[in-house]
């Protein structure tokens, strides 16, 4: 039963995006875990999940996935993140929604990814990190 079946069940939120851009920083932040985080790609290389209450009482299951360039799995940890948002994990559903984490300082590389997610048809939200290492960089973001 999907979640606008039953509004009461767990939201499934999939977090997705390139190595190093600040997906397990967001996933510890939204959980009060304690991943390890480093500056430096191969960090997470496996599923991670924690989970937190909304302010409206439900429960909210987040996905730490592993850094990925594209669904076109090249590597262990890119065919578990393709996994996951196909819905072909064993024992899983499809997320509910993918929260598409980019980096500001490399826009380009990480939007190649963000419409490949797209397609899949899956709500999504792209959420833009690393914005103050961006404009330090002299790279200037219109927001709008």
């Known amino acids: 039963m999907s979640v606008a079946q039953n509004p009461t069940a767990a939201l499934r939120i999939a977090l997705v995006g390139n190595p190093n851009c600040g997906k397990t920083a967001l996933f510890n932040r939204l959980t009060g875990s304690r991943q390890k985080v480093a500056n430096y790609a191969g960090v997470t290389v496996e599923r ?3 989970q937190f209450v909304s302010p409206g009482g439900r429960t909210v299951r987040i996905l730490d996935l ?3 360039y ?3 799995s090249a590597s262990l940890d890119e065919a578990i993140t393709r996994e996951v948002c196909l819905g072909q994990r064993p024992g899983e559903t499809r997320p509910d929604l993918i929260v598409s984490v980019v980096a500001a300082t ?3 590389l990480h939007l190649r990814f963000v419409l490949e997610l797209r397609r ?3 709500p999504m939200v792209v959420v833009l990190n690393m914005s103050d290492a961006a404009e330090r960089r002299g790279i200037k973001i219109d927001r709008e």
């Open 48 to 50: 991670k999940e924690g």
């Open 66 to 68: 592993p850094g990925a």
């Open 70 to 72: 594209s669904l076109d």
């Open 106 to 108: 490399n826009l380009r």
């Open 120 to 122: 899949l048809g899956v």
